[in-house]
């Protein structure tokens, strides 16, 4: 709770403005019953038609304000955990941003969605609570009791009793419910997985066929989430008939004793009538007491996820210039001795089947260099670690003769225009697609859209630059996709261009075309081209041939097809003949 607290401190003066008119108005609430008994035991009996009319106008008032003041701090209520929640939201977007490749792969993106949603929900739903029925119940419950030993002791010893076996009831499930919550959200993480993994795959599901097969996976993590949140909501559910048989037996117990009472003299009707009326207060405040705490059990299991992602420690801190390893030459780029593993704690590494195995590599500025070699070989890995999405086991990395460690992180990637696997284009326009939230000219994207061959397709459109592309640029085609994606690397002119398997979706012909355009129009960009393809890294200054996170091969192209086995092999299968 104190995670949550601490969101809600900036807010103290509307907090404190809230508390006041929530309790004048739960006070007021507890007098209503009072005014009636009074009315009734001793207005009443006067047989004068003013005094009552005039104390029932006083009642009606009364409800009014009581009414206009919960109202009111109800809705400031909601304003408050809407402020509080938004900022839970924005300080884990950020966390969730600055996570390290480790850490995101350690929780998975499926739970950082459902952290988002549901866990910030409930916390949201917990703030409205324990700002209206977190105070009026106890309220109700309190002042219930303090008034009816006020106005008749002996029957207010029943209250005395039965309120502690019921607030221990509340108490001891509520601290049960935590654990069980937290089962419950795991499985929405799991659900959301499973969606997300169909929504992205939705073309392959259904090309092969497989929505009966999805839809088991979908009911399998559906019934596992429905089992863990009925057997929460029974344990959760057990303080209800427990409060409910204990304030019936009392109502009886007060009815019965309250009759002897009347006709002994001892007790006038009005204080039973309003002894009625204040035990169903008292059941109303320990009810409301009983969701306070289960949303708390909820906001207990939610926040505490929520909290894991915020107070993630960077496992990638800038280190000071002078702790950082000497560049061991005058080179733009350098690997030097680097090994990887992703499974390992970040910063150090085994032997046991590393990513990445003893990787050296120099580049000049203005180079270009090709990395080569079969799926799962480490080829992503080198401009993972380039970039320092994660931590080099071992060895050294340097960038402009500076250990990349020691750069701080958004200025290192400064310093690069990239296209990944799988890039995302956004549902925004071509314009907004390209430039990117960066100060990029009306003529600097079109010159990038000419350079990516991407010029023509995007005049065709109705909209041209202002074309609106749907999710995942679902209404262009994935040539189309690549092209859009490579002129948003080019159009703001970076030091370093890195293609990460970026024409796969382009044919030969379109290939060549925006190779021949980096090389004319962006001569003194340092290039490093990951590829599958031998004809997208023959042109350049050096390939490296990866073999199971090895270089296995490294030269120009001629040097690679005398020297290189693999290479040659790679290159007589997708051209047909060796030079």
């Known amino acids: 709770m104190r995670f949550i607290f601490s969101y809600l401190k900036p807010k103290s003066a509307m907090i404190v403005f809230i508390l006041f008119i929530k309790i004048v108005g739960s006070l007021g609430e507890l007098l209503l019953p009072y005014v009636l008994e009074h009315l009734i035991d001793n207005v009443a009996p006067e047989g004068k038609a003013l005094p009552v009319v005039l104390w029932g106008l006083v009642m009606i008032a009364l409800a009014v304000v009581v009414r206009w003041l919960n109202v009111s701090a109800n809705r400031r209520t909601v ?3 809407s402020q509080a929640t938004y900022q839970v939201r924005r300080d884990l977007f950020a966390a969730s941003l600055r996570l390290s490749g480790h850490q995101m792969d350690e929780l998975g993106l499926p739970s950082i969605i459902s952290r988002m949603t549901s866990d910030s929900y409930n916390v949201q739903s917990f703030i409205q609570s324990i700002f209206s029925a977190g105070v009026r119940a106890p309220i109700r419950l309190l002042g219930g009791i303090a008034i009816t030993m006020v106005m008749d002791t002996g029957l207010s010893l029943i209250l005395v009793i039965l309120a502690p076996i019921m607030i221990a009831a509340v108490v001891g499930v509520s601290l049960k419910g935590i654990p069980l919550y937290e089962r419950v959200q795991q499985s929405v993480d799991t659900i959301v997985r499973v969606m997300r ?17 999805e839809r088991r996976r979908f009911d399998e993590a559906n019934e596992t989430m429905i089992r863990r949140e009925k057997t929460a909501g029974i344990v959760m559910a057990l303080p209800g008939p427990i409060m409910m ?14 009759a002897y009472r009347v006709n002994a003299g001892v007790t006038e009707p009005g204080v039973i009538l ?12 320990v009810m409301g007491i009983n969701r306070v705490f289960m949303q708390m059990s909820k906001a207990n299991a939610s926040s505490a996820r929520i909290r894991k992602v915020i107070d993630q420690v960077d496992e ?14 005058g080179d733009y780029i350098v690997f030097d001795h680097v090994s990887f593993l992703y499974d390992a704690v970040p910063g150090h590494t085994n ?15 203005g180079a270009s260099l090709g990395i080569i070699g079969p799926t799962g070989c480490g080829k992503t890995t080198v401009i993972n670690l380039l970039m320092r999405f994660y931590e080099a086991g071992s060895g050294h990395i340097f960038v402009d003769g500076k250990d990349v460690r020691c750069y701080d992180k958004q200025e290192l990637r400064r310093h690069f225009g990239v296209v990944f696997q799988n890039d995302m284009i956004f549902a925004d326009t071509v314009a907004e697609n390209v430039a990117f939230g960066r100060s990029v000219s009306r003529e ?18 109705e909209g041209g630059l202002d074309e609106m592309a749907d999710i995942h640029g679902a209404n262009f085609s994935g040539g189309q996709r690549q092209r859009l994606l490579i002129a948003r690397a080019l159009a703001d002119r970076p030091d370093i261009l890195v293609l990460d398997d970026s024409s796969s979706a382009l044919d030969y012909r379109t ?14 960009i340092t290039t490093i081209t990951v590829a599958q393809r031998v004809s997208s890294v023959m042109g350049m200054d050096e390939i490296l041939v990866l073999d199971e996170g090895r270089v296995i091969g490294r030269g120009r192209h001629e040097e690679l097809l005398a020297s290189c086995e693999k290479y040659r092999r790679i290159y007589e299968n997708q051209m047909g003949e060796v030079e």
């Open 245 to 258: 048989l204990a304030m019936n037996v009392g109502l009886t117990v007060v009815v019965i004793v309250g």
């Open 316 to 329: 990638l801190p800038t280190l000071p210039e002078t702790e950082g390893a000497e560049c061991p030459s």
């Open 351 to 365: 032997r046991r089947e590393l990513s990445l195995d003893d990787i050296s590599f120099r580049m000049p500025k």
């Open 197 to 213: 993994e169909n929504i992205v795959g939705i073309r392959v599901v259904k090309a092969l066929s497989k929505e009966k097969y």
């Open 444 to 461: 600097e994207i079109e010159q990038a859209l000419r350079d990516a061959s991407a010029a023509d397709f995007v005049a065709e459109k």
């Open 79 to 81: 304003k408050l955990a």
């Open 511 to 524: 290939d060549a075309a925006v190779r021949r355009a980096v090389r004319e129009n962006y001569a003194g």
């Open 274 to 285: 309003a002894f009625l009326t204040y035990f169903n207060m008292i059941l109303m405040g």
